[in-house]
C-alpha cells in the first residue's frame, strides 16, 4: 500500500503563489509517477501535472503551462506543485495520485490507484 499526504493549499489573492507538497510513504517503487488532478463541485476531478521518479519527465494541463511547475525530491518521496500567477479559476481541491500509468493513459485519474486526501485551494479576485 502506498499513502499519499498532501500539504499547502490555502487561500490567496489573485497573481499570488502556492506550493504544494506531497509526501510518499509505504510500498513506493522507482518507476512511480505521480500527479496533481483538481475538482470543483459538479465537475469531473481534472488533469493538473505529473512527474514520473525515473527520469523526471513531467506533463501540464494547458491551462497551467508556464504558471504551473512540478518536481520532486526522491529522497523525501515527496512531489511539489509550484503554482504561481494564480487565477480564480485554479480554486478547487487540488488531489496528489500515484501509480504506474502506461503513458497512453497518465492523464487519466483512473490510471492512478494511490489517492491523497486533497487539499483546498481559493484564489480569490
Known amino acids: 500500500q502506498v499513502q499519499l499526504v498532501e500539504s499547502g493549499g490555502g487561500l490567496v489573492q489573485a497573481g499570488g503563489s502556492l506550493r504544494l507538497s506531497c509526501a510518499a510513504s509505504?510500498?513506493?517503487?522507482?518507476?512511480?509517477?505521480m500527479g496533481w488532478f483538481r475538482q470543483t463541485p459538479g465537475k469531473e476531478r481534472e488533469f493538473v501535472s505529473f512527474i514520473r521518479w525515473s527520469g523526471g519527465s513531467t506533463n501540464y494541463a494547458d491551462s497551467v503551462k508556464g504558471r504551473f511547475t512540478i518536481s520532486m525530491d526522491n529522497d523525501k518521496k515527496t512531489v511539489y506543485l509550484q503554482m504561481n500567477s494564480l487565477k480564480p479559476e485554479d480554486t478547487a481541491v487540488y488531489y496528489c495520485a500515484a501509480g504506474h500509468p502506461d503513458p497512453s493513459v497518465e492523464l487519466k485519474g483512473s490510471a492512478y490507484p494511490y489517492w491523497g486526501q486533497g487539499t483546498q485551494v481559493t484564489v480569490s479576485r
Open positions: 509505504g510500498r513506493t517503487y522507482r518507476n512511480f509517477a
